[in-house]
Each structure stands twice: as structure tokens, then as C-alpha cells.
């Protein structure tokens, strides 16, 4: 089995930043992506941001583009979101996301990730 650990969210006013932070444990395997989801109050849980581990590519929400960049620590088995010039729009639960086999072309699907973490809350005050 495999643990997903998320750490980071908090109250921060419009414009400031937060880092997000989430450690994997548990069985280890190669995994092929980790990557970030969210869920705003009444809507549905969204792609935010995915990494391949192998090369270190990279893709992104258009929502978030240019505003989060998603990072990763092979040796920690971690992966970081650091958001900037964060929006009210911003707010929600954030979960980390892992998986061993999807490919690139489902990677923003959340039914591709066979592991989530318990989320971290972000609240950003206008």
C-alpha cells in the first residue's frame, strides 16, 4: 500500500504564495506520475498539475499556468506545488496523486490515479 502525505495549506491573502508538500510511503514502486488535484465547495475535483517522474515533465492547468510550478525529489519520493500570486478562485482542498501506469494522454483524468493523499486545505482571502 501506498501513502500519500500532503502538508503546506493555510489562510493566505490574495496575491501571497504557499508551497505544498507530499510525501510518498509504503510500498515503493516506480511511479510513472505524481501530480496535484483540487476541489472547490460544490464543484468537482480538478486537474491542477502532474509531474513524470523519469524526465521531470511537466503539465499544467491553464488556470494555474505561469502561477504554480510543480516540482520533485526522486531520492524523498516527494513532490512540491509552489503557488504564487494566489486567487480567491484558488481555494480548495488539494490532493496529491500518484500512479504507476497512466500515460500522458490521462494524466488529467483523476480516474487514472490509483493513490490519493487526504488533502490539505488552501484558503485564500480576498
Known amino acids: 500500500q501506498v501513502q500519500l502525505v500532503e502538508s503546506g495549506g493555510g489562510l493566505v491573502q490574495a496575491g501571497g504564495s504557499l508551497r505544498l508538500s507530499c510525501a510518498a510511503s509504503?510500498?515503493?514502486?516506480?511511479?510513472?506520475?505524481m501530480g496535484w488535484f483540487r476541489q472547490a465547495p460544490g464543484k468537482e475535483r480538478e486537474f491542477v498539475s502532474a509531474i513524470r517522474w523519469s524526465d521531470g515533465m511537466t503539465d499544467y492547468a491553464d488556470s494555474v499556468k505561469g502561477r504554480f510550478t510543480i516540482s520533485r525529489d526522486n531520492a524523498k519520493n516527494a513532490v512540491y506545488l509552489q503557488m504564487n500570486s494566489l486567487k480567491p478562485e484558488d481555494t480548495a482542498v488539494y490532493y496529491c496523486?500518484?500512479?504507476?501506469?497512466?500515460?500522458?494522454?490521462?494524466?488529467?483524468?483523476?480516474?487514472?490515479?490509483?493513490?490519493w493523499g487526504q488533502g490539505t486545505q488552501v484558503t485564500v482571502s480576498s
Open positions: 509504503g510500498r515503493t514502486f516506480s511511479y510513472y506520475a
Open positions: 496523486v500518484a500512479d504507476a501506469s497512466l500515460t500522458i494522454a490521462t494524466w488529467k483524468r483523476k480516474s487514472a490515479y490509483d493513490y
